[in-house]
């Protein structure tokens, strides 16, 4: 303690007086000193009296002891650290690094717990099991799909019966949509399930990517020589396991049960997939999307989705989706690519798929997926890209090329290879594009159809395509016919739903197959580490024995407020403390789980030389062995019960302990264990000197309600029912007694509230304080030189990187003076500047992700109308927008064989539409050809300059609404604003009276509640009183005639939308950049009053602790404690002793007598953890609680002073102290040093878990008293073989002296030494266990 060097935080040093006023006191100066030696004082006394964490101590080293005791925990915990051997020089097998990771990663301790370490440690059957499980959930709860038949289909293909129909839908989300992929309906449950898959995907592809490397030929030999593999099934298991691999990456919860077209783009380097995806998505213009790159640009899988706005983002991110350019953003992650590939650097664990969203429109819910060239290097792309599309489009040249290609040796062999692995075959589209004229196309275009059917028997070959955009004198009508050709292909092709779920489970005999070949090969390769493994084990033994045996132990520079200097100087010594302490922590942890542990860790290359490498080894080393000792015996298939299995009680209580094995969740347990009670001494100390009235040393309820409930312990009771018993009556006994002794510390912990609530929680509230305080620190600061507030190092660095509103302000007022078409995207760049400017200002958020972009697509979707092509024609009539099936329908026979029509009246009505010189008639192109009507009735509107239509529905129509296709048909109509008038005819069913307008059926009425939509739907009935020349003669005409002054008005009433639409948008961001520019301006004086009681901060923190509901859950606030009967079936809790030698007397020789006895020290060790991980876990979780509700929602108040969110200004802070840690050592006394060390404490000391850490130091200072006082002594003296009070009698004493309580015996002897008496008089007879007296305690002494 004595290297806590106080005075650096004196007044002096801190630069805090420029003079010293002097008083009767002897001066201000002085007495602050005085205070802060009572600080050094109180430390050094806190930390020397370590009787509390001493039996911390001894509780874990005693669970440690008896874990390594169990030789199944010795083969657990040797394949647990089995990774840290093999990464570290100390390994005699030279594996390469891929496969370190790999078997590091599948020996986490919490996947080894499910597995048999003695046949099979590297099986992961039970995630399996729990995938299909999930699986079989999924299609259970689904909406939609099939009826009963088809459920239960689907749940015996996922037994392996046949193949999986899918996963079942959720609700759908748009692509468009920005949310992080938890925000995702689904997506908290996928999440999960995703993490799940990959810890047994990743390390298997991680071996097998190092045996398969091409400079492990002598690896590979061995392994294949122990396991009898052939290396072409090691091939085969590696790509069905990386496809696996990156569907489960890729999978979107966004995209279950979405039916979707995904044609896939193949073909050779360099062939123009990207050229020609850009092309489509443009509708014959180059859209420049993609980056085309002639050294292949594609390094990648890249699927490209219909959206508002351009962004992009990898699959594998959680966050949402990047605003920003998808080609430029694509050209950075292909150099890389291409650079890590050409390094060989490129693995498996660089499958990914990048998420690109730009604006195009197919006919139906349509994505691209854009595919490296085939080679074998992207071979895993492309079958990832198949596995998932819904058709082939080969992109290729010349046929005779193509089948030189397609041949063996070719470029293209590979594909065959890979489409022919397929578990179902794809129609595949053979596209035209490089280098082949349009005449030599059609004279080979058969040739093309043959080839592919040769080499792609099982597949649907469609009609090929040409589409070489580069070739002259091909008009852009062409080629956008030729992408609208293309997308209509694609939209007939399968449907495809994405199902990682299926692909995993469908791997389950490769993974078993592998898992056994690994357990094996390492079994018999790494032979030497098993030995050493075990001597190792054996030598920590041998420490925790002689670790036990050693006894385990705002004015001017005059200074004008002392007690804000006093307070400032306080919290500066607590940042020393929180350093001084987490320090002795780790040291601490060194000199006991440490040492125990140095066996184990020597083998697996820990060394002590300091350095930030041997940091990180020794940090997972530790980590990896609390983990073991957590997850051990954890495993659950669901039938455990508490009364049947000490595996119930390891994972449910004793396991809550393990993480304190470990350096760092120790040194935080540590720092809550002492900051606790010093803290509000410090505060006196600091405060009692310089405040008029006397401060006094925060009152702990608790110390007295504590010593009280131990005067009332049972401990006469107890001894009774032991007394005078022996054999199985005693144990009974025994084991009666310590039921009721868990359940009196059960009394008191849960009376002492500190596990179920936070108001008037001691512990809570005093850790809530110091928490806040030190946040502040984090950013604010009273300055040396005088009593003023200035920034941190750390918040200057903040407010000089955010940046200035200088350039939104420019774009708004480009805004004001922009034309219509220009307006779309200033606003989208000014939306970008925002969005990076905020930081996820929660005040902001919403306005940002709903608000805003609701504003573009609007302003986007107006000044589209304005720009839409429209040839004007005063000759122009009607248009007779009419389907071909409408057509056919009126043509056709009637149903039995006659003449006429099957729907006379209607075809009288069309053919008197014919008729009329005033209307002109549009037909679909072809029979074939529906799906294109819609675009083909646009173009022809736009051509002829027709600004009236008349549309006839299908006479056999039921719905009076518009059907899904008829929808999309007026969507499109609407978006030409020069068109006026869209006449709907329809003959309703004569059997319902119900009435056909706009009010009876609204959905026909596409302008309603929409900005810049004004084309006039009416709906005419032809059945009834209908004429056609009186309907053309009083309806039609009037619409033509007006046609163009309406169509003005329209154009005139967009120009007023946008201005609108314009005006809200610069509102918003002027109320954005003033409440920037108040972050920007705002002073730590004011940040500091805002920190004070009653202000802004302050007051919100005090009323989210105040009305914070604690949940009443009852598995996670209740206590549970072992029967007096399940103790007594625990093998190890009894044994047998000898109760008396016969001698010769007896008429035999010499024999013992074996009588059965309770093993009470164990019993009462297993009954402590129990206990002590009890409280442990509800610690944690109502610290956990109290983070999410209190201190998270504090961070983002404050962050909102800085115009970011909490989250983001911890990230800033982390960046903050990483950069520092670069430049300074930290370790130093001068300032610089001194302050990078406090903010890299601060930083640690925000985190969640260490604060859970924290408190529960706290709750367990607090309790362990009680703990020490009431679990642990023994009735039974081993040695008197009797029952006895005194082991009791002497840890209730020294746990009431532990909470500051005055010990009896000093008491005595204080009283006896100033009285004078003799022992008789002070000493009177009294009930034994009576409360008034020293007579139990004098007999204990």
């Not at 046929?399 to 129609?427: F, R």
């Not at 997850?631 to 390891?650: N, P, R, S, V």
């Not at 030190?774 to 950013?779: A, D, G, H, V, Y």
């Not at 956990?1184 to 200004?1209: C, Q, R």
């Amino acid at each position: 303690a004595s290297s806590f060097d106080i005075y650096q935080y004196s007044p002096v040093a801190m630069g805090c007086f420029a003079s010293s006023p002097v008083d009767e006191e002897g001066g201000l100066e002085k007495r602050i000193n005085l205070g802060l030696e009572e600080v050094k004082d109180n430390l050094v006394a806190q930390l020397g009296d370590q009787k509390m964490m001493l039996e911390v101590l001894k509780a874990l080293v005693t669970y440690i002891n008896k874990e390594v005791q169990d030789s199944s925990f010795k083969t657990f915990l040797g394949y647990a650290v089995m990774g840290n051997h093999l990464l570290s020089p100390k390994a005699t097998s030279a594996y390469p690094p891929s496969m370190g990771r790999g078997i590091l990663a599948l020996t986490k301790p919490q996947y080894l717990c499910y597995a048999d370490c003695d046949h099979n440690f590297a099986s992961r059957a039970a995630v399996v099991a729990r995938i299909r499980a999930a699986a079989k959930k999924r299609v259970e709860d689904a909406e939609e799909g099939g009826g009963a038949e088809g459920r239960a289909a689907r749940l015996d293909a996922l037994d392996g019966a046949s193949p999986s129909a899918g996963p079942a839908p959720s609700d759908p989300v748009s692509p468009d949509d920005d949310l992080d992929e938890e925000d995702m309906p689904g997506g908290k449950k996928y999440a999960a399930d995703k993490e799940a898959m990959l810890s047994v995907l990743e390390p298997y592809c991680d071996i097998l990517e190092g045996l398969l490397s091409k400079r492990q030929d002598k690896l590979r030999a061995r392994f294949l020589k122990i396991t009898k593999m052939e290396e072409d099934q090691l091939k085969n298991i590696r790509r069905k396991l990386s496809v696996v691999t990156a569907m489960v990456k890729v999978f979107s919860p966004s995209d279950a049960g979405r039916h979707l077209k995904l044609p896939a783009f193949v073909g050779p380097e360099s062939y123009g997939k990207s050229t020609l995806i850009n092309h489509i998505i443009g509708r014959g213009t180059d859209s420049d999307a993609m980056p085309t790159d002639p050294g292949m640009g594609t390094q990648v899988v890249c699927k490209v989705s219909p959206g508002t706005f351009e962004s992009f983002r990898m699959a594998s991110d959680k966050g949402g989706t990047r605003k920003g350019s998808v080609k430029a953003n694509l050209t950075t992650i292909n150099s890389a690519m291409k650079a890590k590939s050409e390094r060989g650097e490129l693995g498996i664990r660089d499958m990914d798929m990048i998420l690109a969203q730009k604006e195009f429109h197919p006919p139906v819910p349509m994505e691209f997926l854009d595919v490296p060239g085939i080679k074998e290097t992207t071979a895993f792309h492309t079958s990832l890209a198949l596995s998932m599309a819904s058709s082939l489009v080969l992109v290729c040249g010349k046929v005779e090329y193509l089948s030189t290609q397609l041949a063996d040796g070719g470029d293209l062999q590979l594909l065959k290879d890979i489409v022919k692995e397929l578990d179902d075959p794809l129609p595949i589209q053979c596209v035209v594009s490089f280098k082949v004229s349009g005449q030599e196309f059609t004279k080979n275009q058969a040739n093309y159809v043959k080839l592919l059917k040769q080499y792609f028997p099982n597949c649907e070959i469609k009609d090929p395509l040409w589409m070489d955009f580069f070739q002259e004198g091909v008009s852009m009508e062409a080629k956008g016919r030729q992408c609208d050709i293309f997308m209509g292909v694609a939209a007939q092709c399968i449907d495809r739903v994405i199902d990682p779920y299926k692909k995993f489970i469908e791997c389950a005999d490769e993974m078993d197959q592998l898992s056994l070949a690994i357990h094996q090969f390492l079994a018999t390769d790494c032979i030497d580490y098993q030995n050493s493994k075990d001597k190792a084990i054996e030598d920590m033994k041998e420490g925790i024995c002689e670790y036990n045996k050693q006894g385990g132990g705002e004015g001017e520079s005059q200074v004008v407020n002392p007690v804000t200097i006093a307070t400032s100087l306080l919290v500066e010594c607590r940042l020393a403390e929180i350093n001084w302490l987490v320090c002795q922590g780790k040291e601490l942890h060194e000199q006991s789980f440490g040492e125990v542990n140095s066996p184990l860790a020597e083998l697996c290359g820990v060394t002590t030389d300091g350095s930030p490498d041997e940091e990180r080894v020794a940090k997972a080393f530790t980590t990896r062995v609390s983990e073991s000792f957590e997850h051990y015996m954890t495993q659950d298939d669901g039938k455990l019960k508490k009364e049947e299995h000490m595996q119930y009680w390891a994972k449910e209580c004793c396991c809550k302990i393990a993480p304190y094995l470990d350096t760092a969740p120790f040194s935080w347990f540590c720092t809550g264990f002492y900051i606790v009670i010093g803290d509000s001494k410090n505060k006196t100390a600091m405060l009692r000197r310089i405040q008029k009235q006397e401060a006094s040393v925060r009152t702990w309820s608790f110390t007295e309600q504590l010593v009280n409930h131990l005067k009332r312990a049972k401990v006469d009771e107890w001894v009774g029912k032991c007394a005078g018993k022996k054999g199985r009556e005693l144990i009974d006994s025994q084991f009666e007694v310590m039921e009721e002794c868990c359940d009196f510390f059960r009394e008191l912990a849960e009376a002492s509230h500190f596990l179920d609530e936070v108001k008037g929680n001691d512990c809570m509230e005093e850790l809530l304080e110091f928490t806040f305080v030190m946040t502040e620190r984090i950013l604010a600061k009273k300055r040396n030189d005088d009593s003023q507030w200035e920034w941190t190092k750390f918040a200057k660095w903040l407010k000089s990187n955010s940046g200035g509103p200088n350039e939104l302000k420019a774009k708004n007022m480009q805004l004001g003076k922009a034309e219509s078409t220009e307006v779309v995207d200033i606003c989208k760049e000014a939306y970008e500047l925002m969005r990076i400017a905020s930081n996820s200002n929660p005040q902001w958020k919403s306005r940002l992700e709903r608000d805003f972009p609701e504003h573009i697509e609007k302003l986007n979707a107006c000044t589209k109308r304005l720009s839409t092509p429209f040839t004007g024609s005063p000759s122009a009539g009607a248009a007779l927008l009419i389907p071909h099936s409408v057509k056919e329908s009126l043509t056709s026979k009637g149903m039995f064989g006659g003449g006429g029509s099957a729907f006379p009246e209607t075809a009288s009505v069309f053919a008197d539409l014919q008729k009329s010189s005033g209307v002109s008639v549009q037909d679909a192109p072809g029979p074939n050809q529906e799906d294109q009507f819609i675009q083909h009735a646009f173009d022809y509107i736009a051509r002829t300059g027709s600004r009236v239509g008349i549309y006839m529905r299908r006479p056999d129509t039921q719905t009076y609404d518009p059907l899904d296709r008829e929808k999309i048909f007026l969507e499109k109509l609407a978006t030409q604003p020069n068109m006026t008038h869209l006449f709907v005819l329809w003959s309703p069913s004569q059997s319902d009276k119900k009435k056909w307008t706009l009010e009876t059926t609204p959905k026909w009425n596409i302008s309603k509640g929409k900005v810049g939509v004004y084309l006039q739907v009416e709906l005419v009935p032809t059945d009834g009183p209908f004429k056609a020349d009186t309907f053309l003669k009083d309806v039609v005409v009037p619409a033509v005639r007006d046609g163009e002054t309406t169509a003005k008005a329209n154009l005139a009433n967009i120009e007023r939308d946008i201005t609108s639409i314009k005006n809200d948008f610069k509102g918003g961001v002027a109320e954005f950049i003033e409440q920037m520019e108040l972050a920007l301006n705002l002073s730590p004086m004011a940040f500091h009053n805002a920190m004070t009681p009653g202000q802004e901060i302050r007051k919100d923190m005090d009323n989210l602790t105040k009305n914070l509901k604690v949940p009443k859950r009852s598995k996670d606030l209740k206590f549970q404690i072992p029967s007096k009967s399940f103790l007594a079936q625990v093998p190890e809790f009894t044994d047998r002793a000898i109760d008396r030698l016969r001698g010769p007397e007896d008429g035999e020789g010499t024999e013992d007598v074996a009588v059965e006895i309770c093993q009470e020290l164990l019993a009462r060790a297993f009954l402590f953890n129990v206990m002590l991980g009890q409280v442990v876990s509800m610690s944690r979780f109502l610290a956990a609680h109290t983070y999410d509700k209190v201190l998270l929602p504090l961070w983002d108040k404050i962050g909102g002073k800085f115009f970011m969110s909490g989250e983001d200004l911890k990230a800033s802070l982390a960046e903050y102290v990483a950069k520092e840690a670069k430049t300074k050592s930290g370790e130093g006394d001068n300032p610089e040093d001194l302050e990078a060390r406090n903010m890299h404490y601060l930083l640690e000391m925000s985190s969640k878990q260490n604060f859970e850490h924290m408190y529960v130091g706290c709750v367990v200072y607090m309790l362990m008293p009680a703990l020490y006082a009431i679990i642990i002594p023994c009735i039974i003296d081993m040695d008197e073989a009797e029952a006895t009070d005194k082991t009791f009698r002497h840890n209730i004493a020294r746990a009431r002296s532990m909470v500051g309580d005055q010990d009896p015996w000093d008491q005595f002897v204080k009283y006896m030494r100033e009285s004078g008496q003799a022992m008789v008089d002070v000493v009177k007879p009294s009930p034994r266990g009576a409360e008034v007296g020293f007579r139990d305690d004098c007999a204990v002494r």
